[in-house]
């Protein structure tokens, strides 16, 4: 009896995945957690500034690792006056709330509101160094010119950029690498 049951069951059980549009369900690791968010916002701030914001659209919290794991996520940074210096958007991330990091992935987008921005698959935001940084390739794009790399490490605002393997154009004059003056780059 106990076999026929079974049998019955793996039975319906293939008939049911053989069907198009009905996928067989599997166990996912957001089933752990301890609360799940449907858009979640979190306001971080140094010494009582506002520095920046993370929005998510889903997020699940897992609370004894202090993590969330997050699905269309923005963040937000601020200069001291309250003013958007740039916003960083990806597919997913991490954001550890110990420490205050986030791991970006996917389709990630920082733009700055002069209109410089930078593409990824990966970055990780370390607020207690205050940068942003990746070891992914990259490509920019800015009203002085555009270019890309390897890898890269810059302030919020991205303003100071440290870069691998960099290439790309400069409008106007050109790049003046470090031990050149104007006048030999010509």
Request: charged residues 25%.
């Amino acid at each position: 009896m106990i076999r026929m049951l079974l049998l019955v069951a793996v039975i319906a059980a293939n008939a049911a995945c053989a069907e198009p549009g009905i996928a067989p369900v599997r166990s996912v690791v957001s089933d752990t957690s301890d609360m799940v968010m449907d858009t979640m916002r979190t306001i971080i701030t140094r010494d009582g500034i506002k520095t920046s914001q993370i929005e998510a659209d889903t997020a699940w919290i897992y609370q004894s690792r202090q993590v969330a794991d997050m699905k269309g996520v923005t963040m937000t940074f601020y200069e001291e006056n309250g003013s958007i210096s740039s916003t960083v958007t990806a597919a997913t991330g991490v954001y550890q709330m110990r420490d205050g990091t986030l791991d970006a992935r996917g389709d990630v987008v920082a733009v700055t509101p002069n209109g410089r921005t930078l593409r990824t698959e990966h970055l990780v935001f370390d607020r207690i160094a205050n940068q942003i940084r990746s070891d992914t390739a990259y490509t920019f794009t800015s009203p002085d010119g555009n270019g890309a790399g390897m890898g890269f490490v810059t302030d919020p605002d991205f303003r100071r950029l440290e870069t691998s393997r960099a290439s790309g154009r400069q409008r106007g004059r050109g790049f003046v690498l470090p031990g050149q003056t104007r006048d030999s780059t010509r």
